[in-house]
């Protein structure tokens, strides 16, 4: 069987078309996958680069004003009511010892109370992850209930800031049986945090700097 020969002007169009093919598969065997798709990656990645950069010079503009109120926060939590008012532990010991004298000396009413043995503990390890230290002290009362309950109240909702540990609550039986109504023998450990010095409240802004300084 023969095939009916062409006219000039089906073939030209069969050789365009052929013509076109070849140019298409060619594109896509030789240019795109080797070269196109390679710099269309090329692009994404700059363009990524360039959004990450902006994000850094922005943060690194950013940088004084975040000094700035690093230091604001610093300054406020040092000079916070929170804290016992020493940055030593052992002056502060000795402030929080006179503080427990003058709480029950202003809550003797009902009743009697007496500070019977005060005395410095070992400063208290820091906890980990904990920014501040305490201060801490052992003492000893004699007190009826009601001024006692006073001087628990005042010494745990005032300021600074006072936890109340190790709390021991008992009857004395020698003085029960020489006494109707014999005071209780209490004995606590007292703690506070110390107020934090001028090298510790600059401390975040340092390692602020250094966090930024060592920022690609």
Known sequence: M????????????????????????????LLHWWFVVPMQQVSAEMADLRDTQSRYAAAIAE?????????ALGAGQAASSAFLPDDDPNTAAADLM???????????????????????MPNPPAAPGEPY???????????DIEPLAEVLHALEQGTPYLFIDDLSIYRNPVLAQQQHVAPLAVQLT???????????????AASAHDTHGATP
């Open 133 to 143: 230290r305490k201060a801490a002290v052992s003492i000893n009362l004699s007190c």
């Open 2 to 29: 023969r095939l009916a020969a062409l006219n000039p002007r089906d073939s030209r169009l069969v050789a365009i078309g052929l013509l076109l093919l070849v140019l298409t598969l060619g594109y896509f065997v």
């Open 63 to 71: 940088k004084p004003a975040l000094q700035r109120r690093i230091a």
């Open 190 to 204: 007292l703690s506070g945090y110390v107020r934090p010095s001028h090298a510790t409240t600059s401390s975040p």
């Open 98 to 120: 006179q503080r427990v004298v003058d709480v029950v000396g202003a809550n003797t009413r009902g009743g009697h109370c007496l500070v019977n043995q005060k005395m410095p």
